[in-house]
T-cell receptor, first 111, second 113 residues
Framework: DVKVTQSSRYLVKRTGEKVFLECVQD?????MFWYRQDPGLGLRLIYF???????EKGDIPEGYSVSREKKERFSLILESASTNQTSMYLC??????????FGPGTRLTVT | AQSVAQPEDQVNVAEGNPLTVKCTYS??????LFWYVQYPNRGLQFLLK??????LVKGSYGFEAEFNKSQTSFHLKKPSALVSDSALYFC???????????FGTGTSLTVIP
């Protein structure tokens, strides 16, 4: 089975802090994704990466950056956290059959 | 622009009755269509997909979905609902040959004992 792990289930940060969310997959997949999930808005794509050191902006990249130095690891960075970035963050990878596999999510609260 | 619509925020159904969760889509190329389920405090789990072939696709936990090209719909169905089916359901589309997935806003399904 594909396994996608995220570094934290719950995180509380203060406004202005730099926040790192890490995601690791164990299946050597090339494509990885970061989404945020908000009630009534569904999942919105922040960034995705199709290879090491490659990244593409999704629909809501503002205030976020990403890093992919190794194939199995895709990091989401909030340069200066703000209260409107309080959300559930989901990482995903994708199989050759186009099936996305998601991590358990990180619920981030910015106070 | 690609998009997915789930017109119902909430669906309630009695245990043992058939259930339907609706999804319509808009995509420029050939659609790759997906259903995912999210149980409380969990990540999303893949349920089923339509890529090509038969319009009726079967997936996990007894769910199925019907691709209707003329109506641009991909409704999720199950003949007999279980209380354990209560969860949040997301429809998603991927444009072909693009790379991005587009998700609907989700439908909360409650199966009443």
């Amino acid at each position: 089975d594909v396994k996608v792990t995220q570094s934290s289930r719950y995180l509380v940060k203060r406004t202005g802090e730099k926040v790192f969310l890490e995601c690791v997959q164990d299946m050597d997949h090339e494509n990885m994704f970061w989404y945020r999930q908000d009630p009534g808005l569904g999942l919105r794509l922040i960034y995705f990466s199709y290879d090491v050191k490659m990244k593409e902006k999704g629909d809501i990249p503002e205030g976020y950056s990403v890093s992919r130095e190794k194939k199995e690891r895709f990091s989401l960075i909030l340069e200066s956290a703000s209260t409107n970035q309080t959300s559930m963050y989901l990482c995903a990878t994708i199989t050759w059959g186009n099936e996305q596999y998601f991590g358990p999510g990180t619920r981030l609260t910015v106070t | 622009a690609q998009s997915v619509a789930q017109p119902e925020d909430q669906v309630n159904v009695a245990e043992g009755n058939p259930l339907t969760v609706k999804c319509t889509y808009s995509v420029s190329g050939n659609p790759y269509l997906f259903w995912y389920v999210q149980y409380p405090n969990r990540g999303l789990q893949f349920l089923l997909k339509y890529i090509t072939g038969d319009n009726l696709v079967k997936g996990s936990y007894g769910f199925e979905a019907e691709f209707n090209k003329s109506q641009t719909s991909f409704h999720l169905k199950k003949p007999s609902a279980l209380v354990s089916d209560s969860a949040l359901y997301f429809c998603a589309v991927r444009d072909d040959p693009g790379n991005q997935f587009y998700f609907g806003t989700g439908t909360s399904l409650t199966v009443i004992p």
